[in-house]
């Protein structure tokens, strides 16, 4: 849910639904504020839109939504006109993404607690698997180390982009950070454009690690790895 409102004399938004129910609290949205979303055809007033009175019990009571509602001129989303209210700060919503850009040590924190959590598991598995290997016979010590590192790399790729491709948007270590992956819409990233991800850290490390230097300096907080892939890393 994010909705724009026509609060004294400017359009306010998108906001969330937790933002427009402080907007309601505080009685700066009401039943006759015009509110839009994209998707609708023109402005209509707060009490003619059944979803925000469902979502907010604070309206109750408005009149049964109107057929007629009221025409303004459509809001086209461009740079610099979203606006925030008051305290809600102002935030770059060209690709409709509404979080700020995590940091470069958050970034690399999230990524430390990650490092601990796949290393824990890989020596876990590799204990089990040098263990069945062991009792199949296998003894040939290169051998049994070129296999562990196939199984982790598959489980490094496997973690990092079911993670980040699913509803959580990020690994273990990005939620204990309070981070997540988007697209440059701000939209959860499919399992493709997650493999692409993680597979471009490679290159970003190849060069000096200077792709992942990149988070510290570009507009956007980007790796090389997320330039690749066409993906942002926010705050939730």
Known sequence: MQYFFHINGRNVGPLKEDEIRQ???SGRVKKDTLAWKPGMK???KVKNVPELLVTFPELE???KPSSTPITMPRVEPQPESYLRYQQ???KENQWGVTGNYAGFWKRFAAAFLDGIITGIAGGLIGFALGFVLVALGTRDPDLMRGIGNIVGAILGWLYFALME???TQGTLGKMALGIKVTDLNGHRIGFGKATGRYFG???SAMILFIGFLMIGFTKKKQGLHDMMAGCLVVNK
């Open 88 to 90: 809600i700060p102002v």
């Open 165 to 167: 491709s699913s509803q």
């Open 201 to 203: 850290k490679i290159i």
């Open 42 to 44: 023109q402005w209509a």
């Open 61 to 63: 009571g408005a009149p």
């Open 23 to 25: 907007l309601v609290s």
